[in-house]
């Protein structure tokens, strides 16, 4: 078996040596073999996960285990080599696709998966409404639009989520960006949405509890609870699915994470994790599908990047 010196292992990771001693001396190295003061290192060992990068373990309290794992995968794909830029552009068009698909199709979008993909690239669809068309092209400048402000790290703000909601919208120049005046219901939901009057101050509460939040959850917990709480409000005539997926994606780029598609086939748990949250008062279900979503999304990025 060949070995590696400290200084070639740093070299090779990309690390300090004081860090690649440090981490032989703490055990976190596998198959090391102490000689004197020196260590050798095996040369296929892979570079050991920096357990600094992960957040705090309080923080995943009863998710621990998927949340642990997603946190691990995340550190180790920062370190691996990015995708080259037509790579990262390839994976982000099949995904806005694939997404806007799912998207839309929650909310009774009748274009097929082909037939967004037409869409998108400037096709008409016969016998299709145009409404639907627009609902298409709406949702993909609405995620462009995402993709564009996650690179800055600032808190959300209401602005952000007319702005998105404008975009998914597009068709209905007369609600688009405003929130609603009337009072409405969602059919067989176990809440009500709160009366226009209450929408601008529990928006404003809300994204408020979002930044306390911040201390004591796990990023994937706390946006997942924020999307739930969103629709409850249903601060928006009509497009409040659409633009709240968006935000949940928003606040996941955001926060180092790959944007996720709820799956049009996974409606139904989708929809019961709502009822779980307005009827129990447990968020776990939908805390649990935002992150199996995650990890999937980041098993895909590392076997790629693997390849």
């Known amino acids: 078996m060949e070995y590696l010196t400290v200084t070639q292992a740093a070299e090779k990771w990309g690390i300090s040596t004081r860090?690649?001693?440090?981490?032989?001396?703490?055990?976190?190295?596998?198959?090391?073999?102490?000689?004197?003061?020196?260590?050798?290192?095996?040369?296929?060992?892979?570079?050991?996960?920096?357990?600094?990068?992960?957040?705090?373990?309080?923080k995943r309290g009863r998710f621990a285990d998927i949340l642990t794992e997603i946190d691990i995968k995340k550190v180790k794909l920062d370190d691996m080599h990015p995708l080259t830029a037509g790579e990262?552009?390839?994976?982000?068009?099949?995904?806005?696709?694939d997404f806007t698909y799912n998207s839309n199709a929650i909310e009774g979008n009748t274009l097929t998966l082909k037939e967004t993909a037409m869409v998108l690239e400037g096709m008409t669809i016969d016998r299709k409404p145009l409404k639907d068309h627009l609902?298409?092209?709406?949702?993909r400048d609405a995620?462009?639009?995402?993709?564009?402000?996650?690179?800055?790290?600032?808190?959300?703000?209401?602005?952000?989520?007319?702005?998105?909601?404008?975009?998914?919208?597009?068709?209905?120049?007369?609600?688009?960006?405003?929130?609603?005046?009337?009072?409405?219901?969602?059919?067989?939901?176990?809440?009500?949405?709160?009366?226009?009057?209450l929408i601008e101050p529990k928006l404003t509460e809300l994204l408020a509890e979002n930044e306390d939040r911040k201390k004591t959850m796990h990023p994937i917990e706390r946006i997942a609870r924020f999307h739930l709480e969103f629709e409850g409000i249903h601060p928006f005539i009509d497009g409040n699915g659409r633009?709240?997926?968006?935000?949940?994606?928003?606040?996941?780029?955001?926060?180092?994470?790959?944007?996720?598609?709820?799956?049009f086939t996974d409606r139904k748990r989708y929809y019961d994790a709502f009822d779980a949250f307005y009827r129990d008062g447990k968020a776990?279900?939908?805390?649990?599908?935002?992150?199996?979503?995650?990890?999937e999304r980041l098993d895909r990025y590392l076997e790629i990047v693997k390849e």
């Open 19 to 58: 860090r690649v001693r440090l981490l032989c001396a703490n055990g976190e190295i596998d198959g090391v073999i102490r000689k004197g003061k020196l260590y050798m290192i095996p040369a296929e060992t892979e570079k050991p996960l920096d357990k600094r990068k992960l957040p705090n373990k309080r």
């Open 88 to 97: 990262t552009q390839r994976l982000r068009d099949e995904f806005m696709v």
């Open 135 to 139: 609902e298409a092209v709406g949702h």
């Open 143 to 197: 995620f462009l639009y995402v993709e564009d402000i996650a690179q800055n790290k600032a808190r959300l703000r209401d602005t952000e989520i007319k702005a998105i909601h404008s975009l998914v919208l597009m068709n209905r120049p007369e609600d688009k960006g405003v929130y609603r005046r009337i009072p409405v219901t969602i059919a067989g939901a176990y809440t009500e949405p709160v009366q226009p009057f």
């Open 243 to 263: 633009t709240g997926r968006l935000i949940l994606n928003l606040e996941l780029i955001r926060n180092g994470y790959p944007a996720i598609n709820v799956k």
């Open 284 to 295: 776990d279900d939908m805390v649990l599908l935002v992150a199996e979503y995650v990890n």
